[in-house]
Every structure is written in structure tokens, then in C-alpha cells.
């Protein structure tokens, strides 16, 4: 019963009304922060009892929001909010496979899959929001669901253009200073990180980087020792 007894506070006027999305933004950004800890494997006494039960708590939340019956099933498909929060879910999903991926029934995954597909009717931001909407597309892969290459590489390859170097991006519109987005940054060596490309032919295929992405060629570089003169 989160939308029955969750207070709801945000400043009213603003260009969409945030209270339709506060609860699945504090679902995923919640799950977000845990989900290491969830996932986390060796620990025992207390603590184990303790994240089995967050775990389970975390898989029943999940469940309810994604469930168009259940009362608090949440908002995927309206305003241009739900691509920032989901994306928040789909990056637990992948820090948390097992307690928060494996361990849903099916009919839940099923559900999950179809809230996430449903952002792709919202536009993103020509900004680090196309990082959002790839890292949607990430957890799609991940879960085994048709999934959308473009949008991963697109949004990998227009921030490797936006980057300037030292976690600092230029921005998309030229008129402003460029931005140090230490955020942008994370969530874009996270999202290189689990890049889904083609496997290779032959043994040993399946999910690697297809390429280095410019940021890290460049730190590479700029390690190598200088020439002798």
C-alpha cells in the first residue's frame, strides 16, 4: 500500500506534475542504492536474515509497481519523468540480478518487461537522458527481452562526442557552459560497462565491450610515457 501511505511532497507548478511519479522514483532509486547489498553473497548471522528480508521486500515492491491490477502499480507511459525513474530500476536490476531478476515469478518479469518496453513512447532529452533511456534498453537485454541496440549505441557514441575530458561534457546546446557531470560520468562507464553487443563467432561469445569507449582510450593514452627526444 506504498501509494496509500507514502507522503508525497514536490513544488507545485512545475512543468509536470511530480507527484505521478514519486513512487516509482523512490522504488528505483531506493533499490539502486541497496542492491549490491542485496545481492551481496557470504554474509551470515544478523545480517544475512537481514538482507533475505529486504530482498524479499524489495521482490514484492517490485511485483505490486509492475502489476497493472495491483493498487500501487506505477507510472511508465505518461510525461517524459517515468524514462529517469525507470532507468534508475533497470540499473538495480542489473547490480542485483539474482535477488532482484532471477528470483521474480515469472508472470512478474513478465509484467516488468512490459513497464520497461512502455518508456519507449516517451522522447528522450537530447542530454544524458539519452543514458536513461539505453540503460532501459540494458536491462532488457539482461533479462533476455527484445531490446533496442540503437538506442545503447547512440547514447554512448553522442557522449564520447560531448566529452571534453577530466568527467567535464560539453553541452548539447552550445549556448551554455560546459557541464562537469561527475552523475553523467558514472552512468556512463556503468552502461559501457554492461554493453551488450554481438558475441563473437566461435567459443567464448556473449556479453564483452565492443570497443573501448573514447574516454577510457584517451586516459590510456595520456598514461603511456613520453617520448624520447
Known amino acids: 500500500e506504498l501509494k496509500t501511505h507514502m507522503p508525497v511532497e514536490f513544488k507545485p507548478g512545475g512543468i509536470e ?15 539502486l542504492g541497496m542492491a ?4 551481496c553473497q557470504g554474509l551470515h ?13 524489495a ?11 495491483s493498487p500501487d502499480y506505477m507510472t ?20 542485483a540480478p539474482v535477488e532482484l531478476l532471477e528470483k521474480l515469478p515469472t508472470l512478474t518479469r513478465r509484467n516488468l518487461a512490459t513497464a520497461l518496453r512502455a518508456t519507449r513512447t516517451r522522447k528522450p532529452h537530447f542530454n544524458n ?10 536491462a532488457l537485454y539482461r533479462m533476455g527481452e527484445d531490446w533496442d541496440r540503437m538506442r545503447i549505441d547512440y547514447a554512448l557514441r553522442q557522449h564520447e562526442q560531448w566529452y571534453l575530458g577530466d568527467g567535464v561534457y560539453s553541452r548539447a546546446d ?36 565492443h570497443r573501448q569507449p573514447l574516454f577510457v582510450r584517451r586516459r590510456a593514452a595520456s598514461a603511456r610515457p613520453a617520448p624520447r627526444r
Open 17 to 31: 506534475p511530480r507527484g505521478a511519479y514519486a513512487h516509482l522514483e523512490a522504488l528505483g532509486r531506493l533499490l
Open 174 to 209: 552550445r549556448r551554455h557552459p560546459p557541464h562537469h557531470g561527475l552523475t553523467w560520468h558514472l552512468r556512463r562507464t556503468r552502461l559501457a560497462a554492461y554493453r551488450p553487443v554481438r558475441p563473437p563467432a566461435g567459443p567464448g561469445g556473449g556479453l564483452h565491450l
Open 129 to 138: 537522458w539519452l543514458l536513461f533511456a539505453a540503460m532501459i534498453e540494458t
Open 59 to 69: 521482490r514484492q515492491a517490485i511485483q505490486a509497481g509492475v502489476d497493472p491490477a
Open 76 to 95: 511508465f507511459s505518461t510525461g517524459q519523468q517515468p524514462i529517469v525513474d525507470a532507468a534508475f530500476l533497470a540499473q538495480a536490476l542489473l547490480r
Open 45 to 57: 548471522g544478523d545480517e544475512e536474515t537481514l538482507r533475505q528480508r529486504y530482498a524479499d521486500l
Open 36 to 39: 549490491p547489498w542485496l545481492d
